[in-house]
């Protein structure tokens, strides 16, 4: 069976850098902003418009049951966000059984929890989160203060996102196999130690 | 300064036995039952006692500042636990000022935060932590019921202690550096892996 890792992140914490690194250093494909392009293709609703849907509460309130029966939904008159879902959990059950890959975000550690796979959750102190953001363009001239806005709610939507799809607490032990603070590391260095955890848990 | 590690755990995660591998490979002092074995020696309390008393909510009911001010506690009628919590400070702090270390329990991550711990929590699921408590004697004559009761009772009383002394919550991401769940490893290779992250941190 493939491998599959998948990696949750605070934002700000470093955690798309991880990913990406971890999977080049395991030849592991990669998925990121791959999933949502390729729900807008196959939804032909734009990706911003879905990167919003994706780390949200979904609009609708009757309850989907994912891992039981997606198929069942088709008797609903599925409204866009139920469809991005689906096409989600479609992508993604593609990607595990294409070959051994890394995903970021998108509850793909319990959407694929069939395959069993490594769940890396990677964190962050708030200080640090608010200097790796002063280092990006696009977040350069927010004030620390709207920083810390920004941080506050990008987190808060994905946890709502995370706790209706799955009903799980996002970022309580118990859903990963490795929580990560990564305040004082080089993202690089991390990666390093990582690849050995997992070539470690490969040989038992 | 001194390196300090702590290493809080989830009873029955092999977390003991992490904390005295790692302090080996390190060669860094390894403090766990010393602790209530100085506790005892210094307040004339039996050991067993003082274990009971260190993973349970105190008994007495009014507050304590701990990192604000043992000393005003002088004018207390100091009960035992509020003394064996006291020693419990004093003797960390000896310890942190003695050598480098590591610290399996009693707060230490919380007690001294001042000196910037590296602050590790060992966890594991349910059935890993049953599958080794009945490896052990202790545990090995426990019916799998009894023992979950008793792995949620001893965890149970662990957050409550950590509640009382650090308003904080045990096992929650943002109070560590790293969580590791030990279910699909061997602790010695953990122990490899993450000599290798302290290795990183130091270089930065």
């Known amino acids: 069976m493939h491998k599959i890792i998948t990696v949750s992140r605070q934002f700000g914490s470093g955690g798309r850098e991880f990913g990406k690194r971890l999977a080049e250093k395991l030849g592991y494909a990669y998925y990121d902003q791959e999933i949502i392009k390729e729900i807008a293709k196959?939804?032909?609703?734009?990706?911003?418009?879905?990167?919003r849907m994706s780390e949200r509460k979904p609009l609708f309130s009757y309850p989907i049951h994912i891992g039981l029966s997606f198929s069942?939904?088709?008797?609903?008159?599925?409204?866009?966000?139920?469809?991005?879902?689906?096409?989600?959990?479609?992508?993604?059950?593609?990607?595990?059984?294409?070959?051994?890959?890394?995903?970021v975000g998108r509850a793909a550690d319990y959407l694929l929890r069939d395959y069993q796979p490594f769940r890396i959750f990677i964190?962050?102190?708030?200080?640090?989160?608010?200097?790796?953001?002063?280092?990006?363009?696009?977040?350069?001239e927010?004030?620390?203060?709207?920083?810390?806005?920004?941080?506050?709610?990008?987190d808060k939507n994905r946890a709502?996102?995370?706790?209706?799809?799955?009903?799980?607490?996002?970022?309580?032990?118990?859903?990963?196999?490795?929580c990560l603070n990564t305040s004082r590391f080089a993202i690089k260095d991390l990666v390093e130690a990582v690849a050995l955890i997992l070539r470690m848990q490969s040989e038992q």
């Open 42 to 51: 196959r939804t032909k609703l734009s990706q911003a418009y879905i990167s």
């Open 123 to 140: 964190y962050a102190d708030l200080a640090s989160k608010i200097a790796r953001c002063q280092k990006r363009e696009k977040e350069a």
């Open 142 to 154: 927010l004030s620390e203060n709207e920083l810390k806005k920004k941080i506050r709610l990008i």
């Open 72 to 103: 069942s939904l088709d008797s609903y008159n599925l409204d866009q966000s139920a469809e991005i879902i689906k096409q989600q959990y479609t992508i993604l059950n593609e990607a595990a059984e294409r070959s051994s890959c890394l995903i």
């Open 160 to 178: 709502a996102y995370y706790k209706y799809l799955t009903d799980q607490k996002w970022g309580e032990i118990t859903n990963y196999d490795l």
